[in-house]
């Protein structure tokens, strides 16, 4: 910001975010330029991983990870069941002030994986609140109760399992960023100092190993998030997951969320985009966010008192979850892409694979199986991901499009209405990001029968292609869906337990496949 401008000149985003510690704003205009450079044609990419056919004279770790903000979970959890691992995070790891906001049921595999006590889980959950609001700016209002629901606290839980990691002889790299890896024929060299059987890629969305492996391609999609906590809303315990209130703006259909805070109540507004170059910056949406926070809130701006402005991008491709072709490195979490194209991945994504990636991982060890052909079963194809593309078109419109102003708002009121019809099972999975052949399938017949007029308007919408490619993944739906329950026959969990131990492990990554990719992996609790 130039220092001669006056406080006249200057715009409300810039006028709040000079009111914060930190250089905000010049953080804020940094990522623009991140986005700016993703939305381009053929980007460059450094190529930081590179190959050699000799073998590594000595091998260290068991596992090497890069990126310590969420490979610190996965991290852990190998670690106790005595994995050799080494963790490297580029500076100090530490947990942000803002909550992870999750489920309770899925910080469950916390407890299952030895990684926290109960009293250590229960101290880790700061916030939580009931119930949580989906609506629609052209229908009525739904209100649902424990889902992601439950705030957790990152600094408690990053440094009590930093510690848990550091007891069961994990080694802790801080301050060392990842630079580059060299893959021998039996390991994997980073740095060109520390080498390992395998190194898993935890840097998320922008990793440049990702980068690379998928050959600097630019994003199908691209969903922009903004928001803050502030102090001075009127008292409300409860929250929204899903809510529009306008109509298209800016070629954008804008949502939002809310939850309480420890200090204060955090907002969010976030946007699904095509990665054209002519889109919102963040900085333009955040001056949205600040434009319409008094219609979200009924309340008048002046009258906060800002803690934290937020803001980020979660660039989406289709082909998801991302296998590299190299031995001896698998991408988990963010890297990965392993979450649906609706979802902000992150902290959730990475709890609802943990358990899977964990045991998979420890049985590529244990059966030597850290070829990329066998690593790909540990990132599969899941067409309970790949069928909510269309979900995604749906909820937003290319950037040269014409369609309704109030259209996304129509059908997601329609559609939501009939899920609640339906009941909880199948309303809610869906709000945690979870497909399952059924649920759709119910969602689908009573959403066609009772307003086609308004299912044909979406095709010319979502396009042809996408709808032929959506009948395609539906289709793997129902066959993992089938595959899933022929595979828990008991009696065929005996014939695999007589196999030997390199074919059980590709059975067991067929099987997790199916079960994560049918949505059998969730269970509706009480």
């Known amino acids: 910001m130039e220092k001669n401008r006056t406080c006249q000149d200057m715009t409300i985003t810039e006028k709040i975010l000079s009111q914060l510690p930190g250089n905000i704003l010049e953080n804020l205009r940094r990522t623009d330029e991140i986005l700016t450079s993703l939305k381009t044609d053929n980007q460059t990419f450094t190529e930081v991983v590179k190959q050699e056919s000799t073998p590594l004279e000595s091998i260290d770790w068991d596992v090497i990870i890069c990126g310590g903000t969420l490979g610190i979970l996965i991290g852990s959890a190998l670690a106790v069941r005595g994995v050799r691992v080494a963790l490297m995070e580029k500076g100090v790891l530490q947990g942000r002030e803002q909550e992870w906001n999750i489920s309770r049921q899925e910080l469950s595999v916390l407890i299952k994986l030895d990684l926290l006590t109960q009293e250590e889980l229960a101290t880790t959950i700061v916030t939580t609140y009931n119930p949580a609001r989906v609506g629609f700016a052209t229908g009525g209002e739904l209100w649902v109760e424990d889902v992601l629901n439950i705030g957790v606290d990152p600094i408690y839980l990053l440094k009590t399992l930093k510690n848990r990691f550091l007891l069961a002889g994990g080694t802790l790299l801080e301050n060392t960023p990842f630079n580059n890896a060299v893959v021998h024929s039996n390991g994997v060299m980073v740095n060109n100092q520390f080498s390992g059987r395998l190194l898993l890629d935890a840097m998320g969305h922008l990793s440049p190993i990702s ?3 998928r050959g600097g391609k630019k994003p199908d999609a691209i969903c922009l998030v903004v928001g803050s906590c502030a102090e001075g809303f009127t008292s409300n315990d409860s929250g929204d997951l899903l809510l529009s209130f ?49 219609e979200y809130q009924k309340v008048e701006i002046d009258k906060l008192t800002f803690k934290r402005v937020l803001f980020g991008f979660f660039p989406s491709y289709r082909e998801s979850p991302l296998q590299t072709p190299w031995n001896y490195i698998l991408p988990v979490g963010d890297s990965s892409g392993n979450q649906s194209p609706l979802s902000f991945g992150g902290f959730g994504a990475m709890i609802r694979h943990l358990e899977r990636l964990t045991m998979g991982i420890e049985e590529a060890l244990q059966t030597n199986e850290l070829w990329a052909s066998s690593l790909k079963l540990l990132q599969p194809y899941q067409p309970s991901l790949s069928v909510t593309w269309l979900f995604q078109k749906a909820m937003s419109v290319r950037i040269n499009q014409q369609i309704p102003p109030d259209q996304i708002n129509q059908l997601l009121s329609v559609v939501f209405m009939e899920m609640a ?34 299912i044909a308007k ?20 129902l066959i993992f869906t089938l595959l899933f ?30 079960k994560f990719g049918s949505g059998r992996d969730y269970h509706l609790h009480p």
């Open 421 to 454: 019809k339906l009941g909880t099972p199948v309303l809610k999975p869906f709000l945690q990001d979870i497909v399952q052949f059924s649920a759709l399938s119910q969602t689908l017949w009573k959403t066609g029968i009772n307003h086609p007029l308004l």
């Open 458 to 477: 979406i095709i010319p919408q979502v396009g042809l292609f996408s709808l032929i490619d959506w009948i395609g993944h539906y289709i793997n739906l």
């Open 485 to 514: 329950s022929f595979s828990s026959i008991p009696a065929l969990g005996k014939i695999i337990n007589n196999l030997p131990n390199s074919q059980q492990y590709y059975i067991h990554r067929w099987i997790d496949g199916w």
């Open 211 to 213: 980068k690379q492996a």
């Open 246 to 294: 306008t109509t298209l703006q800016n070629q954008c259909q804008y949502f939002w969320e809310a939850f309480p805070a420890r200090d204060g109540r955090t907002t969010y507004l976030f946007t699904y985009i095509d990665p054209a170059s002519q889109r919102l910056s963040l900085e333009e949406l955040i001056g949205e966010y600040f434009r319409l926070l008094p």
